[in-house]
Structure formats: structure tokens, C-alpha cells
């Protein structure tokens, strides 16, 4: 216990140190967008949001089509439960840039576990694999979703194992799959090597990303109403078929939306089905 406090201390100290840094460097040099992103950065791992956030709009306001502080922005305003206003972010860092993987992955995980629309989340983890299939996360995120939301196993091990054997360090991936075999697969020894794997990558300090985790996931499936499970089995219903036909439309998809949100809803669903449509055909070009 007291070398995990000891272990939270230095985060803090080090933290400390690196706020006066970014602030030191903000005297030279006000209007740097990526020392005013890092500085708000460093202030959130220290519990100080407010000030996190003004330096993130700061960062912001210095160049409003930055990619990195948008998506950053984003993650910030979920982390203070401001769901609307961080898709309206989500949206902002994929429109300027189509194909950062990382916003890709997180608005999928977004997609995922805060609006609960599936249909959506796996196209936008797909999309983030097809920009950049050698990025670890993705293949993570994505197998828990697998697993999770649509239990196809044999698929989600695959990916799991993908993710391993592109880093083979990150602690929260070798959990998972380390899970996954025991749940799943029923191989106790094999997921005690990986969590032992695990274990040994967090003693050296490797990873630092945000990663699905399995048991995040699962709580969060538990906590479906009925309602929502059965729409959920619905909808897999629908996927299951999409994939024998080969043709799917996003429409068929229930909206629960209250009327007077209807008219902001459709504005966000005009921009996914735009965003979604501009990444396919820069895709098919590519192939």
C-alpha cells in the first residue's frame, strides 16, 4: 500500500513539475496551442478542471481546426459527464481530420458506451482500424466491443490477439484478453499469464492511453433496461441479416429522442452520415 502511495505522490510531484514548466513556456510564447493543450492536460490529472478547461479553450480559440486539442477538448467535456458538447467536439476533430485513428477510436468507445449506438460505434471502429491497422488500441477497443456487445468470440480473440502482438507491453490489453480466456474461453492458465504479463508492464511504467477496458464494458451492458436490451437484440437481429444481405441502412435504426431534441439530433446524425460517407469514399480510392 505505501508504495502505491508512494507511486501517486511522485505522479504529483512530477505533474507539479510540469505545470510550472508549461507555465514558464506560456511567458515566451502565449498562444502555443500545444504547450496550452499539455498545460490543461496536466491539470486535470492534478483534480483542477476549471483551469483545465480554460487553458484547453485557450488552446482552442489560438487555432480552432487543431485536430489534437479538439479531440482533446472532447475527452475532457466526457470526462465531465458534458456528453452533447463532446460529441459536438468529436465531430469538430474528425472533420478536420478524417483520418486521426486515436479521435476515431475514442468517438467509437463515445458511441459505445455513452449513447449506446452500436450500429454507429462499429463503423467508426472499423474506420479507425482501416486508417491505421497497426494501432494497438483500436484492435483492443474494438475486440471488447466485439466480445461484449455482439459476442462473436472467435472474432474478438482474433483482435485481441492482433493488439498483443503490436505491443505486447500495454498492461490493459494483456488484461483483457487475460479476462477474455478465463470468462470465455474457460483457460484459466492462459489468462494468468497474461495478467501476470500485465502485471509486470505496469511495475515498469509501460502504457499510457486510454483503453476499453473488458470489465468497463460489462458493467456498462449490465446496466441496459429492458427496453434497451431488447432493442439491443433487435438490432443484432438486423446486423446478423445486414451481413447475409449485404446492404444496411443506418435509418432503420429506433430514435428514442425526445421532439424537442429531434431537430439538434438530426443535425448531429446530418454530420455523422456526411463524415461517414466522405471516410468511405476516401477509402474505396485508396483500395
Not at 24 to 41: F, I, K, M, Q, S
Not at 164 to 176: F, G, M, R, W
Not at 179 to 197: A, C, V
Request: net charge neutral; charged share 35%; glycine share 2%.
Amino acid at each position: 500500500m505505501k508504495a502505491f502511495e508512494r507511486e501517486g505522490e511522485e505522479k504529483i510531484r512530477l505533474s507539479e513539475l510540469a505545470v510550472k514548466k508549461f507555465q514558464d513556456a506560456l511567458d515566451g510564447t502565449p498562444n502555443n496551442r500545444v504547450t496550452l493543450r499539455n498545460l490543461a492536460d496536466c491539470l486535470i490529472k492534478l483534480g483542477d478542471y476549471e483551469l483545465a478547461r480554460y487553458y484547453y479553450l485557450c488552446a482552442i480559440e489560438s487555432d480552432p481546426k487543431d485536430t489534437n486539442t479538439l479531440f482533446k477538448y472532447a475527452c475532457f467535456l466526457e470526462l465531465c459527464g458534458q456528453f452533447d458538447e463532446a460529441e459536438d467536439y468529436y465531430l469538430q476533430s474528425l472533420e478536420e481530420d478524417n483520418y486521426h485513428s486515436n479521435s476515431l477510436i475514442t468517438y467509437a468507445d463515445f458511441l459505445a458506451i455513452q449513447r449506446r449506438n452500436y450500429i454507429e460505434a462499429e463503423n467508426f471502429y472499423l474506420y479507425a482500424i482501416e486508417s491505421d491497422p497497426k494501432n494497438a488500441f483500436a484492435l483492443n477497443n474494438y475486440a471488447c466491443f466485439l466480445s461484449i456487445i455482439w459476442k462473436k468470440y472467435d472474432k474478438a480473440e482474433k483482435y485481441f490477439k492482433e493488439a498483443i502482438s503490436i505491443d505486447s507491453k500495454q498492461p490493459q490489453h494483456l488484461h483483457n484478453f487475460g479476462i477474455f480466456m478465463e470468462t470465455i474461453r474457460k483457460k484459466p492458465e492462459d489468462g494468468k499469464k497474461l495478467h501476470d504479463q500485465a502485471d509486470d508492464s505496469e511495475r515498469k511504467g509501460d502504457s499510457l492511453h486510454r483503453s476499453f477496458s473488458v470489465g468497463d464494458l460489462y458493467e456498462e451492458s449490465k446496466k441496459l433496461t429492458k427496453t434497451q436490451k431488447r432493442n439491443l437484440r433487435r438490432t443484432i437481429s438486423k446486423i446478423k441479416k445486414r451481413e447475409e444481405n449485404k446492404s444496411w441502412s443506418n435509418e432503420e435504426t429506433v430514435n428514442h429522442t425526445p421532439k424537442k431534441d429531434r431537430s439538434k439530433t438530426k443535425r448531429k446524425k446530418d454530420r455523422k452520415k456526411s463524415l461517414e460517407m466522405e471516410m468511405t469514399e476516401e477509402m474505396l480510392q485508396m483500395d
